[in-house]
C-alpha cells in the first residue's frame, strides 16, 4: 500500500508563482502565428496578440514569459525591432531555419504581450555578438523614467512611461552557441556586462540572471561561481540574483531523438526516467551553489526544460514542432512536482517552448488552436503558484519500469495555499497498473473540494480534428477515510487533489 503522509503544519517555503514560467523564442512558428499574428491578420487579435491563445495563457495562469531566446537572444540587436514596422530590419535567422526575421515582433510588442498575459517580464540580453553599450542603452530604453536620449527615443516610439523588467538574463548558454566560452572567460564578462545593466528605480529592482550550467555540467557551476565570488563577495551580493540551468529531456540522443507520438513501453519508461535526472541535477548544482552562497540569495533559474524530440514529419526541421501527448503531461507533472519540492533554491523555471516549439502548452495550424496534454497540466497545477510548500513523503513506493528504464512508481507534491486550501499532486508513471494511494495528516479531516485527473493512452494527443482527446477529467475514485483519503490513481496519470 502506498501512503502519502502530510504534515500540514510544517511549511518548508513558498513556491514561487515563476516556477510555472514560459519561454518563447523567435523560433519557428512560436513568436509569429504561435502568439503574435499582426493586427491586420484575420484570426482575431488585439494589437496583433491572438486572442484565442492569450485567452488560454491567462487561463492557466502564466506568471512570467522569457524572451526574445534562447541562441536567437545571442544574435539580437534590440534597435532592430523598434520604431515603424515598415522601417525594421529584416535579418537572417541563423539558428532557426535560415528564415527571415523581419522583427515585426519587438521590445514594444513583447511589453504588449505581457501587458495582456498579466504576467511578469524576464528579457535575455545579447552577450555572445553584443556589445556592452547595446546592452546598456536597451535597459535605459525600456526602464529609465526621466529626460535621457534613449528614454526620449522610447516616447517618440509611443511608450511614455518606462516599464518594469523583473528578469534580465545576461547572455544565454554561453558555453555553447552564446558565445561558446569557458565558465572563467565568461563570469568575468559577466561581471563587465552587469555593471551596465543599471537599476534606476530602486522600486523596481531587476533580477539579473547569469548564465549557469547544462545538464550534468557541475565543472560549469563550480568554475562560474568560484570566479563571479573571488574579490568583492560581498558586492557581487547586489549584482547577480540567479543562474541558469538548462535540462531536456531526450529519449535517445541529439541525432536521434525519438519520436513524439509513436513511441514503445520501453521509450515511455526511458522518457520519465531521465525526466526524473533533473532533481538529482538541481540537488547536485544547488550543492555547489551552497559552498558559495549558503544563505541562498542566488536563485537557481530553470530556465529551459522540456520534452525535445525529431521533428514531426514534413515540418522545417529548423522549427522544433512536435506534437504532446499523455507522456509528456506526465513529463510536466514530474517536474514541475520537482520544481516545487526544490523551492528553497528553484525560484524560477520557464518551458521550452511555450506555442508550437518543443514541449508546447498550445499549438497552432492558421485560426485553429489545441490545447496540449502538457496545457491541462500547468492548469492543474496553478493553484501551487505562491503557496507554500508542506512536508510531504511517500511510503510504499516501488519501482516499475522495462529493462534498465526503471522509475518510481508515483511522485507528489502538495502545498496550501492562503485560502487554507491544500493543493496535492500526484503522478502515476505505471503504465499499466493503477495504484491506490492513502493520504494521511496530522490533523485535518479534509473536505475534498476538487479532485482531477490528466490520463489517456500513452500516446494519444489532441489534433486540429479532434482536440479534446486528452483533457482534464473529473477524478471519480476518491474517498475520505477516518483519518484522511484514499485516491485510485490511473496508470499513466496526473492527479490533483485539492481539500481544506
Ligand atoms: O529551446 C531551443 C534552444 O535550446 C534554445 O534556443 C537554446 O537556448 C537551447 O539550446
Not at 29 to 45: A, F, H, M, Q, T
Not at 173 to 180: K, L
Not at 390 to 402: A, D, H, K, P, Y
Not at 429 to 445: A, C, N, P, Q, W
Request: contains cysteine.
Amino acid at each position: 500500500m502506498i501512503k502519502l503522509t502530510i504534515h500540514e503544519g510544517e511549511k518548508k517555503g513558498t513556491i514561487s508563482p515563476e516556477i510555472y514560467g514560459h519561454f518563447s523564442e523567435h523560433l519557428g512558428r512560436c513568436i509569429y502565428e504561435g502568439l503574435y499574428v499582426g493586427e491586420d491578420s484575420s484570426i482575431p487579435n488585439k494589437n496583433g496578440m491572438r486572442t484565442d491563445v492569450v485567452e488560454a495563457l491567462k487561463d492557466m495562469k502564466l506568471p512570467v514569459l522569457r524572451w526574445p531566446g534562447g541562441c536567437f537572444a545571442d544574435e539580437y540587436h534590440w534597435k532592430d525591432g523598434i520604431g515603424p514596422k515598415k522601417d525594421r530590419k529584416r535579418m537572417v535567422n541563423t539558428n532557426w531555419g535560415g528564415v527571415v526575421e523581419d522583427n515585426s515582433f519587438g521590445t514594444h510588442e513583447y511589453f504588449e504581450l505581457c501587458d495582456q498575459l498579466g504576467c511578469k517580464t524576464y528579457i535575455n540580453g545579447n552577450v555572445g555578438s553584443g556589445t556592452v553599450q547595446e546592452m546598456s542603452e536597451w535597459i535605459e530604453y525600456m526602464t529609465f523614467e526621466g529626460e535621457s536620449p534613449l528614454a526620449n527615443e522610447r516616447r517618440k516610439n509611443g511608450r511614455d512611461k518606462a516599464w518594469k523588467v523583473d528578469y534580465f538574463g545576461v547572455g544565454n548558454e554561453n558555453w555553447g552557441c552564446g558565445g561558446n566560452m569557458h565558465p572563467e572567460y565568461y563570469a568575468d564578462v559577466y561581471r563587465r556586462y552587469q555593471s551596465y545593466v543599471k537599476i534606476y528605480d530602486k522600486e523596481k529592482p531587476i533580477q539579473r540572471i547569469a548564465c549557469g550550467p547544462t545538464d550534468f555540467d557541475y565543472d560549469w557551476t563550480d568554475k562560474l561561481l568560484n570566479r563571479l565570488f573571488t574579490r568583492c563577495f560581498d558586492h557581487l551580493h547586489g549584482n547577480v540574483e540567479g543562474i541558469s540551468l538548462h535540462y531536456y529531456t531526450l529519449p535517445h540522443d541529439w541525432d536521434h531523438k525519438g519520436d513524439a507520438t509513436k513511441f514503445t513501453d520501453e521509450e515511455w519508461y526511458i522518457t520519465l526516467s531521465k525526466t526524473l535526472k533533473m532533481d538529482e541535477i538541481i540537488t547536485k548544482h544547488s550543492n555547489i551553489m551552497d559552498k558559495y552562497d549558503p544563505k541562498k540569495i542566488l536563485s537557481l533559474v530553470v530556465d529551459e526544460w522540456g520534452c525535445w524530440y525529431d521533428v514531426e514529419e514534413g515540418t522545417n526541421p529548423g522549427f522544433l514542432y512536435q506534437q504532446n501527448t499523455v507522456r509528456d503531461a506526465l513529463v510536466a507533472g514530474i517536474n514541475l512536482n520537482i520544481f516545487n519540492k526544490h523551492c528553497d533554491r528553484v525560484r524560477m523555471a520557464n518551458i521550452a517552448q511555450t506555442v508550437n516549439v518543443l514541449q508546447s502548452v498550445i499549438l497552432t495550424e492558421g485560426p485553429k488552436m489545441v490545447l496540449t496534454p502538457t496545457y491541462h497540466v500547468f492548469r492543474m497545477f496553478k493553484y501551487h503558484q505562491g503557496s507554500k510548500l508542506l512536508n510531504s513523503f511517500l511510503t510504499g513506493v516501488e519501482e516499475t519500469g522495462i529493462g534498465e528504464a526503471k522509475v518510481t512508481e508515483v511522485t507528489e507534491s502538495v502545498s496550501e495555499g492562503e485560502d487554507g486550501i491544500v493543493n496535492i499532486t500526484l503522478n502515476n508513471l505505471s503504465l499499466t497498473e493503477e495504484k491506490e494511494v492513502e493520504i494521511g495528516f496530522d490533523k485535518l479531516s479534509p473536505e475534498v473540494v476538487e479532485a482531477s485527473v490528466v490520463t489517456g493512452q500513452m500516446n494519444d494527443h489532441n489534433t486540429f480534428e479532434n482536440s479534446e482527446v486528452v483533457v482534464t477529467k473529473k477524478l471519480d475514485n476518491i474517498e475520505t477515510t477516518s483519518n484522511g483519503l484514499k485516491v485510485v490513481l490511473p496508470a499513466r496519470s496526473v492527479v490533483l487533489v485539492r481539500v481544506r
